[in-house]
């Protein structure tokens, strides 16, 4: 008989360790805008057979610049050298193959944002008092509808001279503290000194 109980009991306790193991994602995620992005990738292919086609790719680059190039040309080709100097023009990165075909693959690198789950979610059985799923989401929202360009927070860019230029301050400040001023009392007298006389 006590053999029996201590089977059930053995079974009833790793039933109730089961149930509360949390996922490792619980911990972490909470309130990052980056949880919210969602990167998508199109390719737009376009004909570049004569100067025509390079003359309507550049007004359609002018007006939607993509993320990176793809040029499929023969070697040594006039219009395939048009086409790759266009597109230095307007800094789209490039690499170009050959191919017999005169094409080019404009790939588009989207940073798009979700929006909030906006319901109620129910987090009674939580053993360890965590926050709930959408904890913080509203705050992330905010944060990614802010920036202009999506794109920095899955590829950044490098600070700039004038980005940089307070920040480089701050830190030579912090390792050479600037002089103060010393204090000067009523009468145009250092306060050391009043202090020193009295």
Known sequence: ??????VVLVAALAAL??????????FTGHGDPESLLD?????????VHDQTAV???SQFVEKDQPSRAELYCPAQAEVCEQTMSMLDVYGVPYESF?????MVALVYERVLTRD?????IDNTINPYNM???TFGCSMAVNMAQMVTDKKQFV???LLGPMDAVKGVQIYRNYLEPPALPEPEGLDGESLVQDIELQ
Request: proline residues 9%; hydrophobic residues 25%; negative net charge.
């Open 55 to 57: 003359d309507s790719l």
């Open 98 to 102: 050959q191919s017999s075909e005169y």
């Open 131 to 133: 926050h709930s799923p």
């Open 39 to 47: 990167v998508s990738t199109e390719v737009v292919n376009l004909s």
């Open 116 to 120: 909030c789950e906006n319901r109620f």
């Open 1 to 6: 008989m006590t053999f029996v109980k201590h």
């Open 17 to 26: 360790q089961a149930c509360s193991i949390l996922p490792p994602q619980t």
């Open 155 to 157: 590829r950044p860019d």
